[in-house]
T-cell receptor, first 118, second 112 residues
Framework: GAVVSQHPSRVICKSGTSVKIECRSLDFQATTMFWYRQFPKKSLMLMATSNEGSKATYEQGVEKDKFLINHASLTLSTLTVTSAHPEDSSFYIC??????????????FGPGTRLTVL | SQQGEEDPQALSIQEGENATMNCSYKTSINNLQWYRQNSGRGLVHLILIRSNEREKHSGRLRVTLDTSKKSSSLLITASRAADTASYFCATGSTGTASKLTFGTGTRLQVTL
């Protein structure tokens, strides 16, 4: 149980285009989903927290108009990188928290999406 | 911001040896978790230790937590080549329990 999927796993796009990444919880309801960004050989940096049916909360320094997050249902959150540029190239990972579990915030991670902007 | 600092940044050992990774953090925590990441992949949850616990075991993994020193360690016993990966600690802070702050990670290489 507690499986999280991401789609696509890899995407290459031209500079200026927008890219949408999907994050799905397959066998549980995710009241909260998180989006992280990871540079090569670096740690995960939290970008934003999204709760189903409400606006995402962005971390300091993350442009909300650049990284649009929609958590439309209890099993799906999307991250859209708008007008992507080469500096947006990175590994994007989502995670989901099962609201039915206990207080301690175990998160279940997706396999990640490798974005390359040419 | 990155709260956790891990050391060593990289560790190379031979199969069968034990591997110890350390994590330090700065603020009060609700819990601390260890994750594993194979190159280019997502994270796999290894173990969670609550702030009122001092030690926890799971198979070949042993985690300790010293809240007075704001530090944790992950011990992998009898390492295998398949343990080669990056290991991250992540802390859940009091008051914002649903957010995790990740450490800088330790890259472990286990050779035959």
């Amino acid at each position: 149980g507690a499986v999280v999927s991401q789609h696509p796993s890899r995407v290459i796009c031209k500079s200026g285009t927008s890219v949408k990444i999907e994050c799905r919880s397959l066998d549980f309801q995710a009241t909260t989903m998180f989006w992280y960004r990871q540079f090569p050989k670096k740690s995960l940096m939290l970008m934003a927290t999204s709760n189903e049916g409400s606006k995402a909360t962005y971390e300091q320094g993350v442009e909300k108009d650049k990284f649009l997050i929609n958590h439309a249902s209890l099993t799906l959150s999307t991250l859209t990188v708008t007008s992507a540029h080469p500096e947006d190239s990175s590994f994007y990972i989502c995670s989901a928290r099962d609201g039915s579990r206990d207080y301690y915030n175990e998160q279940f991670f997706g396999p990640g999406t490798r974005l390359t902007v040419l | 911001s990155q709260q956790g600092e891990e050391d060593p940044q990289a560790l190379s050992i031979q199969e069968g040896e034990n591997a110890t990774m350390n994590c330090s953090y700065k603020t009060s925590i609700n819990n601390l978790q260890w994750y594993r990441q194979n190159s280019g992949r997502g994270l796999v949850h290894l173990i969670l230790i609550r702030s009122n616990e001092r030690e926890k075991h799971s198979g070949r993994l042993r985690v300790t937590l010293d809240t007075s020193k704001k530090s944790s360690s992950l011990l992998i016993t009898a390492s295998r080549a398949a343990d080669t990966a990056s290991y991250f600690c992540a802390t859940g802070s009091t008051g914002t329990a649903s957010k995790l702050t990740f450490g800088t990670g330790t890259r472990l290489q286990v050779t035959l």
